[in-house]
């Protein structure tokens, strides 16, 4: 049941019914805590999201569930915009908000997606890209949001249609958004983010040039964090993914409001100002 603490913006999510990981229910909480701080409507839903997909969009998608729940987070968007409300959050149950203090909505903002600093390394070491995703996207009861909404649906469904088969899980998400972003450059939520494993590894090891990489390329502070449930128990640049590895993130995150990031951007201001 939805949480009504302000009628006028709802945080929406969604996740599975079973096997759910501590760490998850953990991010979880964290934005629910966020969205009633903020006086915002909170709203979960379980399995039920997937069914707001047609039937052959979701056997199209086949393996990929996040290409189905890529549609679906914006078919309930529209779902609640129509019911009244003025702003719909929609955030990834794999986010966690770790500094909830200074998260900030733009009130400005008809709509809005997450900024993505991918970084990886290879044999000469850490290799980035920039992109777009919708871990954390915001859609205002507004004529610009409005369709810019429909046109996304609209995209969505013609990408899967268009294709045999999915093979690509960031088809109509990370790598749409990205291209579009290119061409048209698309309104960013500031203080939201996302960490690689390779970052997460970083962040465990104290690797303080890596992460000072990663903050400069963010270009501001974070203050929520995607997780990247994708990789769960799965390799990636020679790092296993585990529940205790997202555990112990989640723990230096929480750890004086995200500090072990933002504190870098802080010391490299302070240095660049002493010079």
């Not at 966020?34 to 409507?41: L, R």
């Not at 999201?49 to 549609?71: N, S």
């Not at 249609?161 to 088809?171: F, I, S």
Request: glycine residues 6%; positive net charge.
């Amino acid at each position: 049941m939805p949480i009504d603490a302000h009628p006028r913006t709802v945080v929406v999510q969604s996740f599975r019914d079973r096997d759910v990981p501590d760490w998850i229910k953990r991010c979880l909480s964290t934005v629910r805590a966020w969205a009633m701080q903020s006086q915002f409507t909170y709203s979960f839903i379980g399995d039920e999201f997937l069914d707001l997909v047609p039937d052959w969009y979701r056997q199209k998608a086949g393996p990929h569930i996040t290409v189905v729940t890529d549609l679906a987070r914006l078919l309930l968007a529209r779902k609640r915009l129509a019911e009244g409300f003025d702003r719909v959050v929609w955030i990834d149950a794999d986010m966690a908000v770790f500094n909830p203090r200074s998260l900030c909505l733009d009130p400005g903002l008809s709509y809005g997606y997450c900024r993505e600093v991918w970084v990886k390394k290879n044999l000469f070491g850490p290799v980035y890209n920039l992109r777009i995703n919708n871990s954390a996207c915001l859609f205002r009861n507004d004529n610009p949001a409005s369709t810019h909404l429909d046109d996304y649906i609209g995209v969505c469904t013609s990408i899967v249609a268009g294709q045999p088969r999915v093979l690509d899980h960031t088809e109509v998400s990370t790598k749409y958004l990205t291209s579009r972003n290119r061409q048209h450059p698309l309104p960013i939520l500031r203080g939201f983010g996302l960490l690689s494993p390779t970052v997460m590894k970083a962040l465990l090891a104290s690797n303080t040039k890596l992460l000072k990489l990663f903050m400069t390329l963010q270009g501001g502070p974070l203050h929520a964090a995607n997780l990247c449930n994708f990789f769960r128990s799965k390799r990636e640049s020679g790092f296993r993914v585990t529940d205790d590895v997202y555990s112990a993130v989640l723990d230096r995150l929480m750890e004086n409001e995200g500090y072990v990031l933002n504190g870098l951007r802080n010391a490299e201001s302070a240095s660049t100002s002493a010079v």
